[in-house]
């Protein structure tokens, strides 16, 4: 598999425990976040996935982050989730996607922000989508429920975040929380009903596995 281009394409959501709208979203991030850390939680579900002869369709990963007060000082604490369905070769693949070892948006996070990660881990990644809500949950890892902050034209559309340079793409669905937990990788938190952020986006990725 040792130089294999691949391609991953789906969909992204993430909450974080800032209050919404995020402020290190909209600062680059230099501003800071609404409390002394921040810990922000991201799943990709890959829609339609390939590196050599490995099929990644219908599998998911996900990031587990947090930060200090401001986001772009880098010492984070890093873990991932891919998906346990995922069989050995596919295993393979996403985990070094996920990690940073294989090129793409989190090789930049890995290599200039994080200060401690905290391994791959394999699990049951649940993801469901309806209209603008958003839940997901990796059974004793994390869990979060957003739901888009839709448009005042009436056109079932989210507000969006245009030009950003977030790892997921430019352009981002705003939303908030109706809950957040963390329990795993030396973490913990529990929020429930306090509006904190959220996005969700469809996202493209490619790269080279080492």
Not at 26 to 54: K, W
Not at 87 to 100: H, K, N, P, T, Y
Not at 135 to 159: I, K
Not at 183 to 193: A, Q, R, T
Request: glycine share 12%.
């Amino acid at each position: 598999m040792a130089g294999d281009a691949w391609a991953i394409g789906g969909q992204y959501m993430e909450s974080c425990n800032c209050d919404y709208l995020c402020p290190c979203i909209i600062t680059n991030p230099q501003g800071p976040a609404t409390h002394e850390n921040c810990y922000d939680l991201m799943v990709y579900r890959v829609d339609a996935g390939r590196c050599g002869d490995a099929i990644l369709d219908g599998l998911s990963f996900a990031l587990v982050i947090r930060t200090g007060r401001i986001m772009a000082d880098g010492d984070w604490i890093f873990g991932c989730v891919v998906d346990e369905r995922a069989d050995e070769v596919q295993r393979g693949v996403l985990a070094a996607i996920a990690s940073g070892e294989a090129g793409g948006p989190t090789s930049i996070i890995r290599e200039n922000l994080v200060a401690d990660f905290r391994g791959v881990e394999f699990k049951p990644i649940e993801v469901t989508i309806d209209g603008l809500r958003r839940v997901t949950a990796v059974s004793g890892v994390f869990a979060f429920d957003v739901e888009g902050v839709p448009s005042r034209l009436g056109n079932g559309e989210p507000y969006f975040l245009d030009n950003t340079s977030h790892p997921a793409g430019q352009r981002l669905a705003l939303a908030t929380a109706n809950g957040m937990r963390v329990e795993e990788f030396g973490l913990n938190l529990d929020l429930k009903g306090v509006g904190n952020n959220g996005h969700f986006a469809p996202f493209s990725w490619q790269g080279i596995l080492p």
